[in-house]
């Protein structure tokens, strides 16, 4: 079956500091994966997506590079923001979305 | 454009009494998807309509959970007989076509079972 991995939270870092959250999967076929953010109060938002083997999604300074041949999605951002604080979902989908469970994510100035 | 919406925003109710959340997708929006995001746990997928259709309810835990979709619009998810572990937040989501990359979803209703 379909299944998501990332890392658990807590994470907590300073402002400023590089970010990664490590998600892998478990998938028959070639899904499309997914990085969504739910803000503190607000609903689910898709922040990037890859389609295929190889793709970078990039969007507010946060990236994730679809990697096969580690089936992995890691998201990564260069230097974070307060409000950049949140829970982070991966989620793949060949047709129904598939979620891990979530990292929240708390940046102190 | 609006945005999926749903109904209530929180709803508290006893357990073994019936519950009923509404979803408005996006105008338009033929596909339409429940999740339910239990505390501290990831989103579980729920049921996933096509138009009025149900290709997939593979995700309702139990019998006592349905939903129903009409007008290829509104969708309401029905709980019959709450249980304390029915409490969770139960999230719509809507894209254009099934399959489609994005889904957008709604802020959620909060359901608490005392």
């Known amino acids: 079956g379909n299944s998501v991995t990332q890392m658990e939270g807590p994470v907590t870092l300073s402002e400023e500091a590089f970010l990664t959250i490590n998600c892998t999967y478990t998938?028959?076929?070639?899904?499309?994966l997914f990085w969504y953010v739910q803000y503190p109060g607000e609903g689910l938002q898709l922040l990037l997506k890859?389609?295929?083997?190889?793709d970078k999604g990039s969007n507010k300074g946060f990236e994730a590079t679809y990697r096969k041949e580690t089936t992995s999605f890691h998201l990564e951002k260069g230097s974070v923001q307060v409000s950049d604080s949140a829970v982070y979902f991966c989620a793949l989908r060949p047709e129904k979305l598939v979620f891990g469970k979530g990292t929240k994510l708390t940046v102190n100035p | 454009g609006a945005g999926v919406s749903q109904s209530p925003s929180n709803k508290v109710t006893e357990k073994g009494k019936d519950v009923e959340l509404r979803c408005d997708p996006i105008s338009g929006h033929t596909a339409l998807y429940w999740y339910r995001q239990r505390l501290g746990q990831g989103l579980e997928f729920l049921i996933y309509f096509q138009g009025n259709s149900a290709p997939d309810k593979s995700g309702l835990p139990s019998d006592r959970f349905s939903a129903e979709r009409t007008g290829e619009s509104v969708s309401t998810l029905t709980i019959q007989r709450t249980q304390q572990e029915d409490s969770a937040v139960y999230l719509c989501a809507s894209s254009l076509v099934p399959g489609a990359y994005e889904q957008y979803f709604g802020p959620g209703t909060r359901l608490t079972v005392t």
């Open positions: 890859a389609t295929k083997a190889d």
């Open positions: 998938a028959t076929g070639y899904p499309s």
